[in-house]
């Protein structure tokens, strides 16, 4: 049933129109950081964005019967990852701050969807070992650029713990790396 429900046509177009304007929204949310950041840096700066842009695109293939396993490892590892990381960074700013306004809540909300959504196409993947080490690279990468080069997603609470974030972000990175693997190589190892 589940099955169905992801392949149906008309569930496949909903979910593209709603990533389609969440993307929008993300790359307008990040839009002061980006008028701030060198042109070398902005393809890395909009890291859910980036997550959701890259799913829109794999949902747009599978609206056309097709797939795009280099786009499928992308989004599947950066929503997981920058869904789950969005809520943590919510969770702790709540905690450090004794409250949390809308938007956060918003933000914990979306995100959380972003890393569900990611795993609930796995089936449909095509993906192989050298589109994760793609996508592997692109996540490392964006680490090494936030947290070397300091073009992290500021929440101002948290700033002074920025080196103990990027520490977790990059183990996020490898996580998500992982349950790529898991998901979508290891069950075909196995039946070979």
Do not use: C
């Not at 700033?159 to 790529?180: D, K």
């Amino acid at each position: 049933m589940l099955k169905y429900i992801r392949g149906d046509k008309r569930f496949l177009m909903l979910l593209f129109i709603i990533n389609l304007l969440g993307t929008a929204y993300g790359f307008y949310w990040y839009r002061y950081q980006l008028s701030e950041t060198p042109a070398i840096f902005l393809p890395f700066v909009p890291d859910s964005p980036m997550a959701s842009l890259f799913f829109t695109i794999v949902l747009l293939f599978f609206l056309l019967k097709k797939n795009a396993p280099y786009i499928e490892a992308l989004g599947m590892i950066t929503l997981f990852k920058y869904g789950i990381w969005a809520v943590i960074m919510n969770i702790l700013t709540l905690l450090m701050e004794g409250s949390l306004g809308w938007s956060g809540y918003m933000l914990m909300l979306s995100h959380g969807a972003m890393a569900v959504q990611g795993l609930l196409y796995v089936p449909f993947y095509k993906i192989e070992w050298r589109h994760i080490a793609v996508a592997a690279v692109w996540i490392l990468h964006n680490d090494i650029i936030d947290y070397v080069f300091g073009q992290m997603p500021v929440y101002s609470s948290l700033t002074a713990y920025m080196n103990e974030i990027g520490y977790f972000t990059f183990w996020l990175s490898i996580v998500s790396i992982w349950l790529a693997y898991v998901l979508t190589i290891k069950p075909k190892n196995s039946l070979a």
